[in-house]
């Protein structure tokens, strides 16, 4: 299997050879086929995909033969290598597509994590195999250190290893930690996968037509950018 990377703006390329099965979990995203009409079957998701995708069906697609997927504006979509002993837990509404043969395994987090993610499951992806994973902006690669904490927004966290520790937290003194969003603070070993897009519309504020007063608010009071728009 290959795919145009990086990403074309707007879409991606993805050409299968005669022994390549990719499973996509948004078959609508698929603007253009070209190969053999019957090299696509689609299949009922178990009722957890369903639940998590929000989708009923997801799609097979057998080579030789190629598609074009189409992104929403300001996202990328990036293939990545999965060995057999990952342990990385992803949101799947993040898994656009994955490899036949690779495992899917539901893993429910420690209650500690559940009530910090708001999230009761997660998935690890086994391999050999290729993901597919569709980000708000580009995918950062950071590794963790069992010392020095990683402060990660809460909202663009894709992916952390089975063994990481999380909490909440800010950071910084106290008028950095009022000025800045909830962070997730994670210690552990291994990569995290960070989507880089979700919050670039904070660096717009200074090249828009804003008086000096509210932007002024919005540094100095708690949660002002929260709060003042």
Not at 157 to 174: D, E, F, K, M, R
Request: positive net charge; proline residues 6%; glycine residues 8%.
């Amino acid at each position: 299997m290959k795919a145009t990377s990086p990403a074309p703006i707007g879409h991606v390329k993805v050409t299968l050879d005669d022994a390549d099965r990719l499973h996509v979990l948004h078959p609508g995203a698929i603007i253009a086929y070209q190969g053999a009409p019957q090299q696509r079957e689609d299949r009922f998701m178990n009722l957890a995909g369903v639940y998590r995708k929000k989708k009923w069906v997801r799609a097979l697609l057998s080579g030789p033969s190629e598609f074009i997927i189409g992104l929403p504006p300001g996202c990328s979509l990036e293939t990545i290598t999965i060995g057999p002993e990952s342990d990385l837990l992803f949101d799947y509404r993040h898994v656009l597509y994955f490899t036949d043969g690779m495992q899917l395994k539901s893993v429910i987090q420690k209650m500690k994590n559940v009530w910090i993610t708001r999230e009761l499951v997660r998935m690890r992806f086994s391999g050999p195999g290729e993901l597919g994973v569709i980000t708000s902006g580009d995918i950062a690669v950071l590794q963790l250190d069992k010392e020095r904490p990683l402060f990660v927004n809460t909202s663009s966290l894709v992916a952390y290893p089975a063994n990481a520790s999380i909490q909440l937290a800010v950071y910084g003194n106290q008028l950095a930690s009022q000025n800045m969003n909830v962070q997730w603070k994670i210690t552990g070993s291994g990569p995290v996968l960070i989507q880089t897009g979700s919050h670039g519309k904070d660096l717009e504020h200074p090249l828009q037509n804003d008086g000096f007063f509210k932007r002024l608010l919005r540094e100095v009071l708690p949660f002002g950018s929260v709060y003042i728009k």
